[in-house]
C-alpha cells in the first residue's frame, strides 16, 4: 500500500460520513427523517451554556482574541494580546495542559490557533461548566 491509499484528509472523512450514513438509512438503520426539534433545543443549550462560558473566559484572558460559532459547534481563537497575530503555541500549551487533567481537546484554523468544540448533543451542563473551568485554570497557566 502506497502512502496515499494510506492517508485521508478530512474531505475524504466528509465523504465516507456520507457514504456510511446513505449505507445505513438503506438499510433501515437510520430513520429516514429525524426529529430535528429536539436535536436543535439541545443544540441551542450548549451554545449557551458553552458559548457563555467561553465568552466569560474571552472577557477575562486577553490572549482570546475572538469566540465563534454556531450551536454546538463552538471556538476559541487565540492571539498574542500584543499584535493581534495567531498564537499557536498558547493552543498547544492549553490543549497539553488540559490532557492532564482528563480534558481532551481539538486544536483547528490555518494557524492552529483555535480550540475547536463540538460535544454531543447529550452532553451535560455540568459537564460543559467542568470544561470550561479547566480551560479557565489551563489559560490563567500560560
Given at each position: 500500500m502506497d502512502?496515499?491509499e494510506?492517508t485521508m484528509d478530512?474531505k475524504?472523512?466528509?465523504?465516507m460520513?456520507?457514504h456510511?450514513?446513505?449505507?445505513l438509512?438503506?438499510s433501515?438503520?437510520?430513520?429516514k427523517?429525524l426529529?430535528i426539534?429536539?436535536?436543535?433545543?439541545?443544540?441551542?443549550?450548549?451554545e449557551?451554556?458553552?458559548?457563555?462560558?467561553?465568552?466569560g473566559l474571552a472577557?477575562?484572558?486577553?490572549v482570546?482574541?475572538?469566540v465563534?460559532?454556531?450551536?454546538?459547534?463552538?471556538a476559541?481563537e487565540?492571539?498574542?494580546p500584543?499584535?493581534n497575530?495567531?498564537?499557536?503555541?498558547?493552543?498547544?500549551?492549553?490543549?497539553?495542559a488540559?490532557?492532564q487533567?482528563?480534558?481532551l481537546l481539538?486544536?483547528?484554523?490555518?494557524?492552529?490557533?483555535v480550540i475547536?468544540?463540538l460535544p454531543?448533543v447529550?452532553?451535560?451542563?455540568a459537564?460543559l461548566?467542568?470544561?470550561?473551568e479547566?480551560?479557565?485554570?489551563c489559560?490563567?497557566?500560560?
Amino acid at each position: 500500500m502506497d502512502r496515499d491509499e494510506q492517508t485521508m484528509d478530512m474531505k475524504d472523512w466528509q465523504c465516507m460520513d456520507q457514504h456510511v450514513a446513505t449505507l445505513l438509512r438503506l438499510s433501515g438503520l437510520l430513520p429516514k427523517t429525524l426529529e430535528i426539534g429536539p436535536l436543535l433545543a439541545e443544540a441551542k443549550r450548549i451554545e449557551k451554556t458553552l458559548g457563555d462560558g467561553l465568552r466569560g473566559l474571552a472577557a477575562k484572558y486577553p490572549v482570546i482574541g475572538e469566540v465563534r460559532g454556531k450551536g454546538a459547534m463552538l471556538a476559541i481563537e487565540f492571539v498574542d494580546p500584543a499584535t493581534n497575530e495567531p498564537n499557536a503555541q498558547a493552543v498547544t500549551d492549553v490543549i497539553n495542559a488540559a490532557a492532564q487533567k482528563g480534558v481532551l481537546l481539538l486544536n483547528a484554523g490555518a494557524s492552529y490557533n483555535v480550540i475547536r468544540f463540538l460535544p454531543s448533543v447529550k452532553t451535560s451542563d455540568a459537564l460543559l461548566n467542568e470544561v470550561i473551568e479547566v480551560l479557565d485554570e489551563c489559560i490563567g497557566a500560560l
